[in-house]
């Protein structure tokens, strides 16, 4: 007999070790063009996104005393201090006044540098709202708007980080410049599909191949709200070209899956990877994944039970309510619409990062009584989902997904399992 909801935790809690960055930033830094640098000049590191304090305490763990620099993370994912470096905190998914204190400070450490110097430049997701230093001309609370609008329009993240390179004066190849002529060595764990260098962090060190002819037809698509003065911002270009930039993907969405099949396997769980590269609307996600329970429990097509059918990506919501949740959220309770009254399936769907949206939440867990549990208390799922409330629906039953911060950010991974 397989305890679903046990070996589902199981699954989740290891595959998430399995893409923590101590491993990964370990790896790049034995890297030989790396160790070619080390030790001509200064060393200066700089840290940013939801894995930063992680990947920033690695490397100081590896290289020892000596280096300097800036650690800026996400509100609660700091652990203590780290020798040699300053440690902010600061709002996401929307900048706050701490993000431009912090990104300020790291930029103190990169100044005047020579060419035998190396900036060791630790990215993760997260880093486009917490580092940030708006273009002159755009205020903090421009960026905080347009980040607003962007988030509650459905747009994707690379729609999203193609404005905010655009009224940057460090995303989009534009911190590579702030640092040269010393030498960028940057090491990513990527939270963007498809590996996109310009587009994790929104790119503060990689050529940008975004246009702000781009930039200005997606103001047009979702109609956004935006002041004249920053529309001629928008259409100034970024870097195309940067020669002083060396970067090492270490981390993925696709290690995050592999590491969940590779685990569902040891349980006993024949494993299927329907995809890296989820995108759609979440609650349409959620539904589809449980199409496909049902249709191994009626058929076993596509794959036997027991199985752990895996998808991976990033799905987006568009906000029609007022309530409180997050994709991963609207992706388990549109689940457990699908799955009501079914035996011996267990859907989960979380962010790699421990929060989903802007709730202490990693994402939901439901099974084949979760909505039968919401009707006794008055509660309707489609209703939910137009008021975007799932948080508090999967608070009802005892089916949100707690993990707090892991200190990774590889977008969000859902699972079925069917026993």
Known sequence: MFDLKKDMRGIIDSAIQAVLPESAVKEALNRQDFLARKGKGKLIVASIGKAAWRMAKAAGDILGPGISGAVVTKYDHSMGDIQGLEIFEAGHPVLDENTLKGTKALLEHVKNLGPDDTVLFLVSGGGSALFELPAEGVTLEDMKDITSQLLSCGADI?????IRKHLSSVKGGRFAQLCAPAHVFMVVLSDVLGDRLDS????????????????????????????????????KETPKKLDNVTAVITGSVTALCEAACNIAKSKGYNPLVLTTTMTCEAREAGAFVASIAREILTSGRPVKAPCAVIAGGETVVHLTGHGMGGRNQEFALAA????????????????SDGTDGPTDAAGGIVDGKTEEILKSKGINISEVLKNNDAYNALKAADALLMTGPTGTNVNDVAIALIG
């Open 200 to 235: 994790i962090a929104s790119g503060p060190a990689w050529p940008d191949d975004s246009t702000s002819e781009q930039a200005l037809a997606i103001v047009k698509k979702y109609d956004l709200k935006v002041k004249p003065a920053l529309l001629e911002i928008l259409a």
């Open 158 to 162: 690379v729609e999203i980080n193609t």
């Open 336 to 351: 457990a619409s699908g799955i009501a009254g079914l035996e011996g399936v267990v859907i989960s769907s979380l962010g």
